[in-house]
């Protein structure tokens, strides 16, 4: 019997909704489910367990919301080695198998194996006081460096394996995988870049000088980032647009690959490809 293991959002119109939908059709096809502590509240259901605990009780995973859900669910879900799939609650998202609408075709998909996995990179970031060593952080997205408390431009300093690569004068600095180059990255100016792509790219944000572009390198590469100006006053540190945490001056952030990835159940009928041409409104000639 397949196990799914279901996170909703529980602060979106239409998640109960979708949740009930979901679980009938799973139902329907023999399959059981199980749901997160916050579904479960949610729904005023019993047995409902925490999501880091789904790698050990589920086959797979459905996270309903969008996209910004399905980013709270990679955090919340840790070291899940199984196919996730996005069910939006509205229109199609770069992240989501389906939306809401088609239910009764997801679960026949995947109760009968009909689907495939993408694989995507994760950046661990961690934060370092000095020499001390703080929080860390993993994001399927991006990590960001921007102005906190002040409107000027700062002075961000980006190091790529020990060496020194630029001193940026920005409103900040975004350092996203593939996945997260349809994100923060793309409205800072970045490349598209395919899932596959074994790499990260750096993007300045709203940069002083015209000719400061994005830079593609190796996911094998380690990224430092720190700031350069004690008067740029206090930035901002974000994980994929959350976990906000204050950066002062003599602090730096080493950002790698993480040794976690996201399998994103990808239905037969879906490609990324064809997620570009809907959601970025590609009509050709």
């Known amino acids: 019997m397949l196990t799914v293991g279901i996170l909703a959002n529980p602060k979106m119109a239409g998640a109960l909704h979708a949740l009930r939908a979901l679980q009938t059709a799973l139902d329907a096809r023999g399959c059981r489910c199980v749901l997160d502590l916050q579904t479960a509240a949610m729904a005023g259901e019993a047995g409902g367990i925490p999501a880091c605990e789904f790698t050990k009780r589920v086959d797979l995973a459905a996270v309903l919301g969008g996209d910004g859900t399905m980013l709270d669910a990679v955090s919340r879900l840790g070291d899940f080695a199984k196919p996730v799939a996005g069910i939006n609650i509205g229109r199609l998202g770069f992240l989501t198998s389906c939306t809401d609408a088609e239910v009764d ?3 026949a998909a995947v109760s009968e194996g009909r689907f495939t996995t993408s694989v995507r990179s994760l950046l661990e970031a ?4 000095g020499e001390r060593v703080g929080l860390s952080f993993v994001a399927l997205n991006e990590v960001a460096l921007a102005r906190g408390e002040t409107g000027r431009l700062v002075a961000v300093r980006a190091s790529v394996n ?3 690569l630029n001193h940026y004068r920005a409103d900040g ?3 996203a995988t593939p ?3 349809t994100a923060y990255s793309l409205s800072a100016g970045g490349p598209l870049i395919e ?5 990260f790219v750096i993007t300045p944000i709203c940069p002083h000088s015209l000719s400061q572009r994005s830079l593609v390198l190796a996911d094998d590469a ?7 100006a004690a008067d740029s006053g206090p930035m901002l540190f974000t994980a994929d647009g959350r976990d906000s945490t204050r950066i002062e001056s003599g602090d730096r952030i080493k950002v790698r690959k993480s040794t976690r990835s996201l399998h994103l159940l990808l239905l037969e009928d879906r490609s990324f490809y064809q997620a570009l041409r809907q959601k ?5 000639l």
């Open 222 to 228: 380690e990224v430092e980032i720190a700031p350069e």
């Open 195 to 199: 899932p596959a792509a074994a790499v």
């Open 179 to 181: 996945t997260g180059s």
């Open 173 to 175: 600095l975004v350092v």
């Open 105 to 107: 075709g997801f679960a």
């Open 280 to 284: 970025l409104l590609w009509q050709g």
């Open 126 to 129: 961690t934060i370092f006081h």
């Open 162 to 164: 020990g060496e020194l």
